[in-house]
């Protein structure tokens, strides 16, 4: 069974550092891109980066490019999404979600399989 | 503002069939077969219900389905049941610096 668990709610102050996780189960986990998706309270999904494990390429989202960093254990398949210096905004909930290959190996534009939400508070 | 465009909200009786719709561009929406559609309950893990425009993933209703004209990819529900209120946001590939776009998301209400 494919499942994708994150860690758990974080209360932070502004400028201070996070890393959140996302360990994934039941497939392999080098050969299928990691999403993040934000969702802020009451606002709508919003992509932010992918990772690919197998060679760690990554590509980010304008929006979120330079704001965030993501990396990848492939040794304990988890990937991360870090903050150097939280803001205020960066209040909302994150999720990590999969996006599989095709039948061909070629890249495929959808979420299968999503994480249960890390939920970050950033408040002074 | 989100570069694919739903209406706020839309609503059905239950039996009825209902469509929301993610308007884009040439270079999103209409230039490539990689709309998506996402199905979020309140405080839950958002579910992929349509991918590449019109197919459906094992385990999903076929009450469910997607389509596309132009700049315009629609989702339709029918049979409009209660569980089925939720929010619905479309997402597509864009050819754009972007990568990939959602639109803003439409609530569905069961009357």
């Known amino acids: 069974e494919v499942q994708l668990v994150q860690s758990g709610a974080e209360v932070k102050k502004p400028g201070e550092s996070l890393k959140i996780s996302c360990k994934g189960s039941g497939y392999s986990f080098i050969r299928y891109w990691i999403g993040w998706v934000r969702q802020m309270p009451g606002k709508g999904l919003e992509w932010m980066a992918f990772i690919y494990p197998g060679d760690s390429d990554t590509r980010y989202s304008p929006s979120f490019q330079g704001q965030v960093t993501i990396s990848a254990d492939n040794s304990i398949s988890t990937a991360y999404l870090q903050w150097s210096s939280l803001k205020a905004s960066d209040t909302a909930t994150y999720y990590c979600a999969r996006r599989p290959v095709d039948n061909y190996g070629s890249d495929t534009f959808f979420f299968d399989y999503w994480g249960q939400g890390t939920l970050v508070i950033v408040s002074s | 503002q989100s570069a694919l465009t739903q209406p706020a909200s839309v609503s059905g009786s239950p039996g009825q069939s209902i469509t929301i719709s993610c308007t884009g561009t040439n270079s999103d929406v209409g230039g490539y077969n990689y709309v998506s559609w996402y199905q979020q309950h309140p405080g839950k893990v958002p579910k992929l219900m349509i991918y590449d425009v019109s197919k459906r993933p094992s385990g999903v209703s076929n009450r469910f389905s997607g389509s596309k004209s132009g700049n315009t990819a629609s989702l339709t529900i029918s049979g409009l049941q209660a569980e089925d209120e939720a929010d619905y946001y479309c997402?597509?590939?864009?050819?754009?610096?972007?990568?990939?776009?959602f639109g803003g998301g439409t609530k569905l209400t069961v009357l």
């Open positions: 997402s597509s590939y864009t050819s754009s610096n972007t990568y990939w776009v």
